[in-house]
């Protein structure tokens, strides 16, 4: 009789206890992830600060008497004659193939005089007679960026370098561009190419993939690893050495912690789907000019709540995430954000 008692006691005492211990388990780890939360709010705001610092475009040096809102629709686009397509491809294949160009009158290697004929031949067209040298030089970061694009993936990098590259590309253009001495295809070539090498030691541990030597391998030997260093210098001299840029995609990278799981979806979040459509978007805005001076916070919001929408998350979902944006960013009253996402929506039907 005691041991039936004593017996059916200690399975009680073992119930409250187990109870006990799952209770406790459960509010350690609430806690757990109210503090994980906290550190990426922090983490969140920091990057904001950040961002406000040093690192922002004040104007848009392609197109400096644009209204930031305009359309590009009826921008003059350089159309695609002999000489054009000649520049693109000496620029976009600066010798990850063997083959030497072959000599069909232009210079294989890239030069002013190339640029000067490009510049000739739009002053006589009387479509394009409206062109400007800094429309030349958005036709030269066009070209430069997919090249990038295409370095990266060869050495197997994380695509984000181009965007810290390029953020410190357009700093200094924009810089150099105040200057009476106007830039050429070479020097813009160098710029990018140098750049993409600051942006490699930044964020690539050592040994690093890409080093100075198959930079100058890559330019056919047009640059010595000596422009490399110097213009490096003149960089970061003319940056102020302020070299940890905020990027989109960083931004994107830490909403996607951020944002609540689809209670419709059993699949884990962030879905391939997602990020990809993210990391296609963020692309896409940092080769489109017209963000050239937006906030890479802003238009990261823009690109996760694009992301979202095509893949048909619940707006409660996303009320949630803004939620957990309240007393951080103020969605609604965030500067060019209606435009920002328009402009997305556009780049994205374009796609």
Known sequence: ????????????????????????????????????????????????????????????????????????????????????????????????????????????YPSSSCVKELADSQVQSSKTAALKPSMLVGFWRQQMLDWSYLVMDSFGIDREVVAVSFNLLDRYVAEEMKSPIKITREDFQLFSMTSLFIGVKLLESFPRKLTANALVDMSRGFYASEDIVHTEKEIL????????????????RLYWDMFPASSSSSSPFPSFGFKANCQSMAEAALADDFFMTKKPSTIALAVTLKAARIERY??????????????????????????IYKRLDVLYNKS
Request: proline fraction near 4%.
């Open 1 to 108: 009789m005691v041991a039936d008692i004593l017996g059916r006691w200690q399975q009680v005492s073992t119930k409250r206890a187990s109870m006990t211990e799952a209770s406790s388990s459960d509010v350690s780890r609430e806690q757990e992830q109210e503090q994980q939360q906290d550190m990426k709010r922090e983490r969140l705001q920091c990057l904001l600060r950040q961002e406000e610092s040093h690192y922002l475009l004040q104007e848009n040096y392609i197109h400096p008497s644009k209204d930031d809102n305009q359309s590009d629709n009826n921008m003059v686009v350089v159309p695609a004659c002999p000489v054009a397509e000649q520049c693109a491809r000496v620029v976009s294949d600066l010798a990850f193939s063997s083959i030497p160009p072959h000599d069909d009158g232009f210079h294989a």
């Open 314 to 339: 619940h707006d409660r979902t996303v009320q949630r995430f803004l939620a957990e944006l309240c007393g951080i960013l103020d969605v609604c009253n965030i500067h060019d954000f209606d435009s």
């Open 237 to 252: 001299k003319t940056l102020g050495f302020y070299l940890n840029p905020t990027t989109t995609i960083g931004f994107c």
